[in-house]
């Protein structure tokens, strides 16, 4: 395996290393913790085996169109730490293979819907520290995703976790949230499927280190009845919430709430069935029928486009024969009518 770094050059620019990207074989390219602002969309174009780019720790401003085009072997893109603000689908074009991609500590401000688009085969999405108010809504593209890194943002509301976007990403297995300023209970959290154990158990972690841990009295119940018919692993954190407790503390309309969000969130649970993975599975298996029936279709379509030939001629040719074939009737036209009179002259 061929690297190359180049920590130490302090580069201003990428474009003059365009020379050293040229290698077909260059596996792993380390260019952190450098000064670079800007690349050009050609400059890794030439580099078709490359598996790991690393472009953390420089000043970059924004990204190039289409920059990673010619890079679909590429697993693991590293662009945290950089002055990134904007990401679009032409960002990520090419990137098929792509496997992690990590952008914390970037001040992100404007996500495109459908900027991670191209990265069908992502698992893991490290967004730490982003500046993100609510969780990227282009993220449900990503069916794959296994692990997804939400920490350290500004998480504040129920609505900074939409349920739409959680019901589309049943593939995950942990979810990091802590260090956000969250002081509602997000409803989306009930989605979770009581057989995702690893998945739940991060979660609740992570709640309990957040403010609606501590200021909202009835998160803890919230999770208490969430997790009642699970491992005793998972229970034994929250023992000490039981529903008796909860009516001695008077709080007994958080079980009315529960139930309630419960209730709200099973229109989600439809949405798990007809999106992400589920959906494309459905699609793959549509056209396969389809293919399957291609060939008899084809020989009808074969047998019809014999008497479409005519209509597919160039249309200087096609005026010119019906022109003819108008003079032609037009002549006949004349002889009968000719005959006509003469036959009644005499």
């Not at 050609?42 to 720790?57: A, E």
């Not at 589920?278 to 486009?305: G, W």
Request: net charge positive.
């Amino acid at each position: 395996m061929q690297t190359l770094a180049s920590r130490l050059s302090l580069l201003s620019s990428i474009c003059p290393l365009n020379s050293f990207f040229e290698s077909k074989s260059l596996i792993h390219l380390d260019l952190s913790h450098n000064k670079i602002t800007s690349f050009s969309s050609h400059t890794f174009s030439k580099l078709g085996d490359l598996r790991v780019l690393d472009l953390s720790s420089n000043p970059i401003k924004m990204l190039p169109y289409k920059p990673f085009a010619k890079n679909n072997r590429l697993k693991w893109l590293k662009l945290s730490k950089s002055e990134i603000q904007t990401l679009n689908p032409d960002h990520f074009f090419g990137l098929s293979s792509l496997k992690t991609l990590t952008l914390s500590k970037m001040p992100l401000h404007n996500i495109s819907p459908y900027a991670f688009v191209p990265l069908k085969n992502l698992r893991y999405l490290d967004m730490d520290s982003c500046n993100l108010t609510r969780i990227p809504h282009s993220v449900i593209y990503n069916c794959h995703l296994t692990k997804l890194n939400l920490a350290n943002n500004k998480f504040h509301r129920s609505s900074s976790l939409p349920p739409e976007v959680l019901a589309g990403l049943s593939s995950l297995s942990q979810l990091r949230i802590e260090g956000n300023p969250l002081i509602e209970f997000p409803p989306s959290f009930l989605l979770i499927s009581h057989q995702n154990h690893r998945l739940l158990r991060f979660l609740l972690h992570s709640t309990m280190t957040l403010p609606v841990w501590r200021n909202e009295p009835c998160t803890p119940y919230y999770w208490a009845m969430q997790m009642q018919n699970q491992t005793a692993s998972l229970r034994h954190f929250i023992l000490q919430y039981s529903e008796e407790k909860m009516m001695k503390m008077g709080l007994e309309v958080c079980k009315g709430q529960f139930e309630w969000m419960k209730e709200q969130m099973d229109i989600y649970k439809e949405l798990e069935k007809n999106s992400g993975c589920y959906t494309m599975r459905k699609l793959r298996s549509s056209a396969n029928s389809t293919a399957q029936k291609l060939p008899s279709s084809n020989k009808i379509n074969l047998d019809s486009n014999k008497n479409e030939r005519l209509f597919d001629l160039p249309h200087p040719f096609l005026h010119v024969l019906i022109a003819s074939i108008s003079s032609n009737f037009l002549l006949i036209f004349i002889i009968v009518s000719c005959t006509i009179i003469g036959c009644f002259s005499r």
